[in-house]
Every structure is written in C-alpha cells, then in structure tokens.
C-alpha cells in the first residue's frame, strides 16, 4: 500500500533527541528558545513563539487579535476543524465565506462582500500548502499556514509540526507575531502568564530575600514546547528546503502525467509549498476505489467543517463549497512516494474508474 501520508524522520534528528534525552532540560529550556532563532533565521520572519501545537498557535493568535463572544469571525468551512473549534469555544459568530473553485482557499471577494461592521478578523487557511495571500484588509487576518510551512502574510502567521506536515516534532507549532509587545504577551500566554525570562535572571527562584521575584498579570496556559521537540525542529529546518524541492518535483509530475486526463483537476496555485496533492474528480467514490483496490491509499484529508453539528448545520452562502464537495481528494504526496510510484498511481488513473 502506498500510504496518502508517513512521518518524516531523517536519521540526524534522532541523533539530536538521544543529545537532549541525555541533557538537563527536556522541557522547555534553551533548544526552544534556538529553535526560535533559527526559524527566524531561516524565514526572514521576526517574533516566533514555539508552542505545543499548530492549534495553540490559532488559539493564541485568535486571543491576542482580541476576538471576543459576540463577535463575527469570516473564515472558510474547508480546513481542518483545529481553525474553528475554538471560535465556537470563545462564543464568536461564524461568517462561512465560500472557497475558490481553483485553488479551494477561501475567496477573497466573498471575503468582501461579507464583512459587516462587527468582523473582528478573518482567518485565511493556505489549503495543502497553497498561498492565498489576501492583501490588505480593513481588520486583522490570522494566516492559518498549518499546511503550508514558509507561507508568512497576514497580521498573525500559525504553523504546525505535527506528525505529517512538512517537518515535524511530533506535534509543535509556531505563531509569528507583529511585533516585540504581542510577541512577549505571547510568550507569557504560553506559560501560565509568568516571564520565564525573568525567572532565569533569579535562577528560577520564585522567592529571594523574602521578596516576589516575579508575579503573574496575564492569564495564561500551558501551551510551551518542549526542548525534545524543539530538537527534532531544529534539525527538521535544515531539511526545508530538500523536503519543498522533493514535493515539488512529485507534484509536477502529477500535474504533467495527469494533463488531458478528462475528469479530472490538479488543485494548485501561484504560489505552492506542496503539502497535499488534491484532485477533483467526477465520480469521486469509484475514483478512491479504484485505487485502494490497486494499494494506492487516497482521502478527504479535509471534511467541510460546517457539515458538523457542533457548527450548528451547513451554510447556504457557500455554492462553490456545495459545487466540490463530493469531488474533491488527495493523493499521496510525500518524502516516501516515489517518481516510479507517482507514475504507476497515474497510469492507473489514466485507464479509468
């Protein structure tokens, strides 16, 4: 069976987590804090908060744009439900924009047409890693760039290092602030709402001399990542830019074996960092057979979120989300696949289903 995903684990990070296993700090410490730093390095970005989660990273940047229960949140019913849930979670009113029927992102012009006077911000999901840079807006724009590691826009960026995303540190996120201010609040919001950095001036004494050392003034969490995955994020970054150009050349290879094929699209956009490769289909349901019943796994890797209850049923403004339900579907696209193995899942293709 050709898998649709696998972890990818170069033998250098393993090296790095024993080096950790085998140190003082396993837990939050200073290979966080250079995880950080390289990533800012790497991406030309400033204000990179590590978090446990590409989820924290959305709840953190939601708190800190100051959406609060009653306001109207736009942001697209095709992700994964990590985008939404905490909107339902804080009491926000969900204003479903519909997609764009090219590159399934969320359409900047149905974006426009439904913003009102109370839209705190829009969140915008670079679906399977394709950029849907939306420009200025006239509120703040959460760039849910969980599938897409390297895309940075918006006034909030969120990544994520799950299991199978680009690089991964078994699960982790990282949020990109604006600036020093959100950045330190971050920071404070990720640890209970105390400043470690302070703790580390007084050994990671509470007290001294009888006196407070520092004291708490923000409600926080515990949203920090670990040293141990910091480790593997660390190295992880240095497979970057291999892990983009092997995706790429499989995608390409998809979109240029697959041309002419009638029934069939190759979702893509101008810019792509190749996380997913989704195709819509005509007879979708005979398509995933045809190819499970030939070891080729292939799935929705994203339900309509509004399809659940809890988002209290589906919208009725969305008729391009309604027009590809049932035709889109990915196929598998990662460090594992092989050129010979893209080739054999579009031969099969090409005979039919």
Known sequence: MIDLFTPYIPEDVKIEVLNTLNSRWIGQGPKVNRFEEDFNYKFGVNHAIALNSGSSALETAYELAGIKAGDEVITTPLTCTATNLPLIRMGVTIIWADI?????CIDKEDILRKIT???KAIVNVHLGGIDNNLGNMPVPVISDACQALGVFNGT???NSFQAIKHIT???GGMLVCPDVETAHKAKLMR???IDREKKLVNNWQAYQYRQMTFDIETLGYKRQMTDIAAAMGIIGLRHYDYVISYRKKLFEMYRELLKGCPDIYVVTGKHNTYWLCTVLVEGRDDFAKMLFENEVDT???QVRNDAYKIFGGRSKTCPIMDAVEDKYISLPLHMKVTEDDVFN?????????
């Open 100 to 104: 764009n029927k090219h590159t399934l």
């Open 117 to 119: 006077p109370k839209t």
């Open 156 to 158: 909030y960026t969120c």
């Open 169 to 171: 540190t078994g699960d």
């Open 191 to 193: 640890w209970f709402g």
């Open 299 to 301: 799935n929705l890797v």
């Open 345 to 353: 899942i579009c031969r099969l293709i090409k005979r039919g289903w």
